[in-house]
């Protein structure tokens, strides 16, 4: 099916483990997005790429990586997970282009609610 | 850092009630866009507003930017129970800049039938 999907929905993992989220993307849009959701915070940006192999930081990066070698995937790693990333985290994605973000705004994925334990 | 208020927090209204909310900012954006997230799902876009005074509308929704590019409102006409969820704002100061788009912490929305 097109669209944005994210993997696993729901996750629980024990501080100082590694945790990847995964997202996946059907319609090769340039740019895709990872957001963290917070209570009070509402949505923060962590990191985002403009295309394969190109990524960059967004308001609040640390403790996390990512990568993206193929367009359609963008995954986050939690390299040791702490109690402070328990959050829900949400996968976008968007065509590019001149105007883009107010142009088109964001497609976002489900989510996927993680708790660190 | 930038920051985007959201008012009111939450709001408990009935079926076929008109609903206000806005956004503000001690910052000027040049472009506003709203969202709804549906419980459990991730936000999706409502309308965007690209000039000051503009006033855009999309079925029962209705957003406005605000003349002093600070502020944006949001207002639904005749409530209906699919209208429940968090509706966020979310300003850009410039088109291009993907790691400049702030969301406001947003409205939640409780529609009582």
């Known amino acids: 099916d097109a669209g944005i999907t994210q993997s696993p929905r729901y996750k629980i993992t024990e501080t100082g483990r590694q945790v990847t989220l995964m997202c996946h993307q059907t319609?090769?849009?340039?740019?895709m997005f990872w957001y963290r959701q917070d209570l009070g915070h509402g949505l923060r940006l962590i990191y985002y790429?403009?295309?394969?192999?190109?990524?960059d930081k967004g308001e609040v990066p640390d403790g996390y990586v990512v990568s993206r070698s193929k367009t359609e995937n963008f995954p986050l790693t939690l390299e040791s997970a702490t109690r402070s990333q328990t959050s829900v985290y949400f996968c976008a994605s968007n065509r590019g282009g001149t105007g883009a973000p107010g142009v088109y705004g964001y497609t976002f994925g489900s989510g996927t609610r993680l708790t660190v334990v | 850092g930038q920051q985007l208020n959201q008012s009111p927090q939450s709001m408990f209204i009935q079926e076929g009630e008109d609903v206000s909310m806005n956004c503000t900012s001690s910052?000027?954006?040049?472009?506003w866009l709203w969202y709804k997230q549906d419980p459990g799902e991730g936000p999706v876009l409502l309308i965007a507003l690209y000039k000051a005074g503009e006033l855009t509308s999309n079925g029962r929704l209705t957003a406005q930017f605000g003349i002093t590019r600070k502020d944006s409102f949001l207002n639904i006409s005749a409530s209906i129970p699919s209208d429940v969820g968090i509706y966020f704002c979310a300003g850009l100061l410039v088109k291009t800049s993907y790691d400049k788009v702030i969301f406001g912490p947003g409205t939640s929305l409780s529609v009582i039938p």
């Open positions: 910052s000027i954006f040049n472009t």
């Open positions: 319609w090769s849009h340039s740019y």
């Open positions: 790429s403009a295309a394969a192999d190109i990524t």
